[in-house]
């Protein structure tokens, strides 16, 4: 049942109006503002829908429309926002040139970091639809109001980099308004006082929450019928520090290090050296900070600031959400901190944790908020011309592809990969017929990855051959069914007899093996059974299939996850693509990944994997092409 006081808070939150700013609770009771300030900061207790990938099932027209209105806004406040720009300011020519250049690394130096934050699939995601992103862009302090004599909450009290982020919420809520998967996050730190000896009231923290909110609303970030939990999530830090014993308890419990109580009261996590390189830092001094002194849970009995924001995340949510921060670069080492605590508790993953940091010391609002604006309504722009670019899979030439890339020689790199695999699963000890299901996923055209692994398969066994593309399933089935006479002297045979120079008798019959024990069938690397495969293989297809490097990352961790434990995993990639093509006019997407990125996927799956680098040879294999990579990796236990 709904009580008076609910009621009358629902009301003042519906209609945005609130009369506690300025120190009077007006007509309201503690009651009645505690009942409010519940209120903002209500989250419901459900989880969004899992994040299968980055793309909705949602038509490309709604796509495209969505993504045009999110590019004119973003190109509109750019556009107000340079013209309020100093252009005779020697620092703001710098910043101009370097992100006219797209030179990130300068931006960097110049005040800018976007290291961390992947804007293209920031954009994708919210555009698509596909899961929920929360965009903090300021975590409020009541420090910043307290005086001797009580709270002073007014908007001019209000630290640059927080007047910034609000700013950058009440544009954010503009932008993506027609992008009801978007979430406005604020982290409140009701709790925190600046005065030796002068802790806050019960009610000065309500009232810090409500007057806040109403600061939020005054920037833009919270409309009239805007809902807590729905459209924005308020966070009190007030109420965490229980939480923070979980998360000791759980850093315990986890593989990723050890935890120390010390006599004083500091409780202190050490991550381990795996761990820290799964991390992926950008600073060696944090990576040297990390393995020396550790992360600070707690400080003397008191939970850091750190620890209470990963603390969090408990929050079933925040599994399925995607995380944006932009902050300033004072908060740089609190965000390394909590990104670790929240890995460490699996809770997310590269992918879905971005960071972009300003100095706003250095550099005025106005150029901070044109060059967000700017960058990722590029990043929109890329978007778009992508939409328009890439072919549809039903439009893949499959007889194109397998003469142009398998039907007039063995290449170089086709040579070189069957050496490696076939090396190095001899040297794993794998028992020859010892396999009962494995598969080659996104197989393609390409039959020589399922005959490598045909030795392995016992005689009763299966060899799932999963495709998205009908063509291809097509031309793979159509293989399959012609007679081992029809098959002689054809392309693939060619490559049976490669394996059997280069790795024994055991390959020999393997192309008839494949054709006997294969199973044709749809299927997608984003939608693969969990836990079924003795060992699977993935050749040129997770950078291959999107050019979202999250889509990517969550294609690796399918694959790790769709293999028994003990499985092996055999993946070749390509470094730098842009994009390939698959008959006359087409084109298809590919993820421009450097040898470090393909790295640390493998990393955040979990796997224990060895690497093996394939140089250049095919000039024009791709554009953007520079060398390929194996990884055979075994999914089991990673700390």
Same mark, same amino acid.
């Given at each position: 049942?709904?009580?008076?006081?609910?009621?009358?808070?629902?009301?003042?939150?519906?209609?945005?109006?609130?009369?506690? !700013?300025?120190?009077?609770?007006?007509?309201?009771?503690?009651?009645?503002?505690?009942?409010?300030? #519940?209120?903002?900061?209500?989250?419901?207790?459900?989880?969004?829908?899992?994040?299968?990938?980055?793309?909705?099932?949602?038509?490309?027209?709604?796509?495209? %429309?969505?993504?045009?209105?999110?590019?004119?806004?973003?190109?509109?406040?750019?556009?107000?926002?340079?013209?309020?720009?100093?252009?005779?300011?020697?620092?703001?020519?710098?910043?101009?040139?370097?992100?006219?250049?797209?030179?990130?690394?300068?931006?960097?130096?110049?005040?800018?970091?976007?290291?961390?934050?992947?804007?293209?699939?920031?954009?994708?995601?919210?555009?698509?639809?596909?899961?929920?992103?929360?965009?903090?862009?300021?975590?409020?302090?009541?420090?910043?109001?307290?005086?001797?004599?009580?709270?002073?909450?007014?908007?001019?009290?209000?630290?640059?980099?927080?007047?910034?982020?609000?700013?950058?919420?009440?544009?954010?809520?503009?932008?993506?308004?027609?992008?009801?998967?978007?979430?406005?996050?604020?982290?409140?730190?009701?709790?925190?006082?600046?005065?030796?000896?002068? %802790?806050?009231?019960?009610?000065?923290?309500?009232?810090?929450?409500?007057?806040?909110?109403?600061?939020?609303?005054?920037?833009?970030?919270?409309?009239?019928?805007?809902?807590?939990?729905?459209?924005?999530?308020?966070?009190?830090?007030?109420?965490?520090?229980?939480?923070?014993?979980?998360?000791?308890?759980?850093?315990?419990?986890?593989?990723?290090?050890?935890?120390?109580?010390?006599?004083?009261?500091?409780?202190?996590?050490?991550?381990?050296?795996?761990?820290?390189?799964?991390?992926?830092?950008?600073?060696?001094?944090?990576?040297?900070?990390?393995?020396?002194?550790?992360?600070?849970?707690?400080?003397?009995?008191?939970?850091?600031? #750190?620890?209470?924001?990963?603390?969090?995340?408990?929050?079933?949510?925040?599994?399925?959400?995607? #995380?944006?921060?932009?902050?300033?670069?004072?908060?740089?080492? *609190? *965000?390394?901190?909590?990104?670790?605590?929240?890995?460490?508790?699996?809770?997310?993953?590269?992918?879905?944790?971005?960071?972009?940091?300003?100095?706003?010391?250095?550099?005025?609002?106005?150029?901070?908020?044109?060059?967000?604006?700017?960058?990722?309504? %590029?990043?929109?722009?890329?978007?778009?011309?992508?939409?328009?670019?890439?072919?549809?899979?039903?439009?893949?030439?499959?007889?194109?592809?397998?003469? !142009?890339?398998?039907?007039?020689?063995?290449?170089?790199?086709?040579?070189?990969?069957?050496?490696?695999?076939?090396?190095?699963?001899?040297?794993?000890?794998?028992?020859?017929?010892?396999?009962?299901?494995?598969?080659?996923?996104?197989?393609?055209?390409?039959?020589?990855?399922?005959?490598?692994?045909?030795?392995?398969?016992?005689?009763?066994?299966?060899?799932?051959?999963?495709?998205?593309?009908?063509?291809?399933?097509?031309?793979?089935?159509?293989?399959?069914?012609?007679?081992?006479?029809?098959?002689?002297?054809?392309?693939?045979?060619?490559? %049976?007899?490669?394996?059997?120079?280069?790795?024994?008798? *055991?390959?020999?019959?393997?192309?008839?093996?494949?054709?006997?024990?294969?199973?044709?069938?749809?299927?997608?690397?984003?939608?693969?059974?969990?836990?079924?495969?003795?060992?699977?293989?993935?050749?040129?297809?997770?950078?291959?299939?999107?050019?979202? !490097?999250?889509?990517?990352?969550?294609?690796?961790?399918?694959?790790?996850?769709?293999? !028994?434990?003990?499985?092996?995993?055999?993946?070749?990639?390509?470094?730098?693509?842009?994009?390939?093509?698959?008959?006359?006019?087409?084109?298809?997407?590919?993820?421009?990944?450097?040898?470090?990125?393909?790295?640390?996927?493998?990393?955040?799956?979990?796997?224990?994997?060895?690497?093996?680098?394939?140089?250049?040879?095919?000039?024009?294999?791709?554009?953007?092409?520079?060398?390929?990579?194996?990884?055979?990796?075994?999914?089991?236990?990673?700390?």
């Amino acid at each position: 049942m709904t009580t008076d006081i609910e009621m009358q808070a629902d009301a003042l939150l519906t209609s945005g109006r609130t009369a506690v !700013r300025n120190g009077t609770h007006g007509e309201y009771s503690k009651e009645h503002l505690a009942m409010l300030a #519940h209120s903002l900061t209500f989250r419901p207790q459900v989880k969004y829908s899992p994040l299968n990938r980055v793309r909705s099932e949602k038509s490309d027209h709604i796509l495209r %429309e969505r993504c045009e209105g999110v590019l004119e806004r973003l190109e509109s406040y750019a556009a107000e926002y340079r013209n309020r720009l100093e252009l005779q300011s020697m620092v703001v020519r710098h910043v101009l040139h370097a992100l006219g250049e797209d030179d990130y690394e300068e931006l960097a130096k110049l005040g800018i970091d976007i290291s961390y934050a992947w804007l293209d699939d920031i954009l994708r995601t919210a555009t698509s639809g596909a899961s929920v992103i929360g965009i903090e862009t300021v975590g409020p302090y009541a420090a910043n109001h307290l005086t001797a004599d009580g709270l002073d909450i007014r908007a001019e009290r209000l630290p640059a980099d927080e007047q910034i982020g609000l700013l950058l919420a009440g544009i954010f809520r503009d932008v993506f308004a027609d992008c009801e998967n978007v979430r406005c996050v604020a982290l409140i730190d009701d709790l925190t006082s600046y005065i030796p000896g002068r %802790e806050l009231t019960q009610e000065e923290r309500d009232r810090y929450v409500v007057a806040i909110a109403d600061i939020f609303r005054d920037f833009g970030a919270i409309k009239p019928d805007d809902r807590p939990g729905k459209n924005y999530i308020f966070i009190r830090e007030s109420e965490l520090p229980p939480a923070v014993d979980e998360l000791v308890q759980r850093l315990r419990q986890s593989r990723a290090g050890d935890v120390d109580t010390l006599p004083n009261g500091d409780v202190i996590f050490y991550p381990s050296e795996s761990f820290i390189e799964r991390l992926a830092l950008l600073s060696n001094n944090r990576r040297r900070e990390f393995r020396r002194r550790g992360v600070l849970v707690k400080r003397q009995g008191r939970p850091t600031c #750190h620890a209470m924001e990963a603390a969090s995340h408990f929050h079933p949510a925040s599994r399925e959400m995607q #995380h944006v921060m932009m902050l300033d670069r004072y908060f740089q080492s *609190q *965000q390394d901190k909590t990104y670790a605590l929240v890995r460490a508790m699996e809770i997310v993953t590269q992918d879905r944790y971005h960071n972009l940091f300003y100095d706003s010391e250095r550099l005025s609002p106005e150029v901070i908020v044109y060059v967000i604006c700017e960058l990722l309504a %590029e990043q929109a722009r890329r978007l778009l011309v992508s939409h328009d670019r890439e072919s549809s899979w039903e439009q893949f030439d499959s007889d194109e592809y397998v003469t !142009r890339n398998y039907g007039t020689r063995i290449l170089p790199e086709d040579r070189t990969i069957i050496n490696i695999v076939t090396d190095q699963l001899a040297q794993l000890n794998i028992p020859f017929k010892d396999a009962k299901l494995v598969a080659d996923i996104g197989s393609g055209p390409n039959l020589y990855p399922a005959m490598i692994l045909a030795p392995y398969l016992t005689d009763d066994g299966a060899i799932d051959l999963i495709e998205y593309s009908s063509s291809n399933r097509s031309y793979v089935q159509a293989t399959i069914a012609q007679t081992p006479e029809e098959r002689s002297g054809g392309i693939w045979n060619k490559f %049976e007899e490669l394996m059997i120079g280069t790795a024994g008798d *055991q390959y020999l019959g393997c192309l008839e093996r494949v054709c006997e024990l294969g199973n044709s069938m749809l299927g997608s690397v984003f939608a693969l059974p969990k836990s079924r495969y003795d060992i699977v293989s993935s050749y040129f297809v997770t950078e291959s299939i999107t050019s979202s !490097r999250q889509e990517f990352w969550l294609a690796t961790r399918n694959l790790a996850t769709t293999v !028994r434990p003990g499985g092996i995993i055999i993946a070749a990639h390509m470094v730098g693509s842009r994009g390939y093509q698959a008959g006359e006019g087409t084109h298809y997407p590919a993820v421009e990944l450097s040898v470090e990125e393909i790295v640390q996927a493998y990393r955040d799956a979990g796997l224990t994997f060895s690497l093996s680098v394939v140089e250049q040879t095919m000039l024009k294999a791709r554009d953007g092409y520079q060398k390929m990579m194996v990884v055979i990796a075994q999914h089991g236990n990673n700390k």
